[in-house]
């Protein structure tokens, strides 16, 4: 069955340091997402992503975020500068049209010091 | 501004019986539900869905309803089974856009 994978499981980073996080969604899915999930709290939107533009962001991806599908199959997320507060699970997502189902990844754990 | 609210953040419910969870939405442009479950340190994974041209959808053990007039869909699972233990998440959509509850922490007991 096809998956969406996700590396790092955990990355740990200094405040301030540049991340990049990975995806790679389903191979004939069209729209991408990234969601944060900081401890105990809700899953939050962070964007969306089709036919290689952003279509829609969230209040919390700030000048500090970016997103590129660099080579057709990687999705990644960069933080250009981490915070504290950036701690979260990242999750990156996909569906291959509207009113389909988001296949989710299993998460990147980011830990800022 | 939270669109969709999941009102109960816990829910204990006896092996075999009924667990409801429930989800309210405000934006009466969705036209799309889902129910995701979220096991710790993974990502949510589809559950079912639902459009706004049904009132019921059922998968098993599992069976989704929308009252739309109430803005409010609910998730039925029976006989709840211990692992159903999970985080449920609510989500809805106006077409590619998703907007996803706060989660309830589901807790069937042996």
């Known amino acids: 069955e096809p998956e969406v994978t996700q590396t790092p499981s955990h990355q740990v980073t200094q405040m301030g340091q540049e991340v990049i996080l990975r995806c790679v969604p389903i191979?004939?899915?069209?729209?991408f997402y990234w969601y944060r999930q900081i401890l105990g709290q809700k899953v939050e939107f962070l964007v969306s992503?089709?036919?290689?533009?952003?279509?829609?962001k969230s209040e919390i991806f700030d000048d500090q975020f970016s997103v590129e599908r660099p080579d057709g199959s990687n999705f990644t997320l960069k933080i250009r500068s981490t915070k504290l507060e950036d701690s979260a699970m990242y999750f990156c997502?996909?569906?291959?049209?509207?009113?389909?189902?988001?296949?989710f990844g299993p998460g990147t754990r980011l830990t800022v010091l | 501004d939270q669109q969709v609210k999941q009102n109960s953040p816990s829910l204990s419910v006896q092996e075999g019986r009924i667990s409801i969870l429930n989800c309210d939405y405000t934006?009466?442009?969705?036209?799309?539900f889902l129910w995701y479950k979220k096991y710790p340190a993974e990502g949510p994974t589809f559950l079912i869905s639902?459009?706004?041209?049904?009132d019921k959808n059922e998968d098993g053990r599992f069976t989704v309803f929308l009252n739309k007039s109430a803005k409010h869909l609910s998730l039925h699972i029976v006989p709840s089974q211990p692992g159903d233990s999970a985080v449920y998440f609510c989500?809805?959509?106006?077409?590619?856009?998703?907007?996803f509850g706060t989660g309830t922490s589901l807790t069937v007991i042996p």
């Open positions: 992503f089709y036919n290689n533009e952003i279509s829609e």
């Open positions: 997502a996909s569906i291959a049209s509207s009113y389909n189902e988001q296949f």
């Open positions: 639902i459009s706004s041209i049904k």
């Open positions: 934006n009466s442009m969705f036209d799309y």
């Open positions: 191979s004939n899915h069209l729209y």
């Open positions: 989500a809805a959509s106006g077409g590619n856009q998703f907007y």
